[in-house]
Structures are given as C-alpha cells and as structure tokens.
C-alpha cells in the first residue's frame, strides 16, 4: 500500500481565497483523522470520520473550516475564507478498526502558507 | 484536560550513546500511550504503542516504558546513530473518544 497520500504538498494562498486540502487514505482503513501541527500549538485535532462519518468536529477552529468524505478512499479539509493564521503543516491519518486506538498512520502533510 | 509534556525539548548527543527520552502526562485514565518519530517535512511514524495495562514495549534498540499511575513514559535508545535524529513525540488517547493530545516533541540530534 503507497500509505496516505495527502495533495498538494505546499500550498501558497492569499488571506481570502478558499483552500482544499486532499486525502486519501490506506485502503481498508475505518477511521480518518485531520490534524494541524503549529510551532505555538504543536498537533491538534481537528476532526475524525469513521467510516465516512464525522463523529467529532469539535477541534474545528472556526466555520471557515468544514470537511467532507464522500467515500472510503477520499477526504478533504476546505478552509473559506482563508486567513494568515490558518498557516500551518495540515495532516491527515487514518487507522482501522478502533480508530486512533490502534497505530495511526500518517500523510506527509500539506504545508499551507496564507499570506 | 489532558496535558502532555516532553522533556527535554532538545537533545544532542555523540553517536554511541543510550539516552532517554521523557514524557509525563496529567490524567492517567488513558487507554495507550504511543511513541512516534518525526522526520523534517514528514509526517509522523508509529514507533511503539504501550496499552495501559502494559508495562512496556520493546522494537530493536527502542523500549518505551509506561507508569500510567504516575503519568509518565520514557522512550529508550540504544547505541544511537545519527540516523535516529529525529523530533520523537509521545501522545495518549483518553478511554472514552478518539482525541490522541501530543506533546510537543523532543528534537534529537545525534553527532557522528
């Protein structure tokens, strides 16, 4: 399995444009987490699915952010409109069976710069 | 709230040495704890995964330890290469969801 493949790798914004953030996961896993990691804050939660599903969305900052998985094999991190605070590595894991219980396996992240 | 803490923040050391690692967390009702390395513009790798009822766990030159009724972990390395540099972080997950917290890491550097 290539892992979880995460798109784009870098990504450079201006303060109001929307941005998605891409993930695909390994193949068979339940549970799909999306993380921030910040010099300030270290790695937070976001939000998880399992299968599909979002079961907690509380570490969502804001409205501005909102995330979907349509299927098993795909998820995006939307940000509209993007601000320079939302600068920061994004990563996305995905585990099986009893979700982050379990090791987790992580993308190689998608470094966002708003400027 | 789970608070996580590694120490130290930085660590150098000459290729060869044992060293420790640290990490001490505030509430105990965790369900594992795990260890994971870091590599520059990576993401993250599951090194060991200890379950609350364990003691500890053991991959190659790594053993982590875990003493859940003081709320803390170490991380062992044997005989470190200059390969092992790395930022290593620890993180638990709560019996009750699926929220992992981390600390914010110790940055390894390991000198031929």
């Known amino acids: 399995d290539a892992g979880v493949i995460q798109s784009p790798r870098h990504e450079v914004t201006e303060m109001g444009q929307e941005v998605t953030l891409r993930c695909k996961p390994i193949s068979g896993h339940d549970y799909l987490f999306w993380y921030r990691q910040t010099m300030m804050r270290g790695l937070e939660l976001l939000i998880y699915f399992n299968n599909n599903v979002p079961i907690d969305d509380s570490g969502m900052p804001e409205d501005r952010f909102s995330a979907k998985m349509p299927n098993a094999s795909f998820s995006t991190l939307k940000i509209q409109p993007s601000e320079p605070r939302d600068s920061a590595v994004y990563f996305c894991?995905?585990?099986?069976?009893?979700?982050?219980?379990?090791?987790?396996?992580f993308g190689s992240g998608t470094q966002l710069s708003v400027l | 709230k789970q608070e996580v803490t590694q120490i130290p923040a930085a660590l150098s050391v000459p290729e060869g040495e044992n060293l420790v690692l640290n990490c001490s967390f505030t509430d105990s009702a965790i369900y594992n704890l795990q260890w994971f390395r870091q590599d520059p513009g990576k993401g993250l790798t599951s090194l060991l995964l200890i379950q609350s009822s364990q003691r500890e766990q053991t991959s190659g030159r790594l053993n982590a330890s875990l003493d859940k009724s003081s709320g803390r972990s170490t991380l062992y390395i044997a005989a470190s290469q200059p390969g092992d540099s790395a930022t290593y972080l620890c993180?638990?997950?709560?019996?009750?969801?699926?929220?992992?917290?981390f600390g914010a890491g110790t940055r390894l550097t390991v000198k031929p």
């Open positions: 894991a995905s585990s099986s069976r009893t979700g982050a219980r379990e090791k987790l396996f």
């Open positions: 993180a638990v997950i709560p019996y009750n969801n699926n929220d992992m917290r």
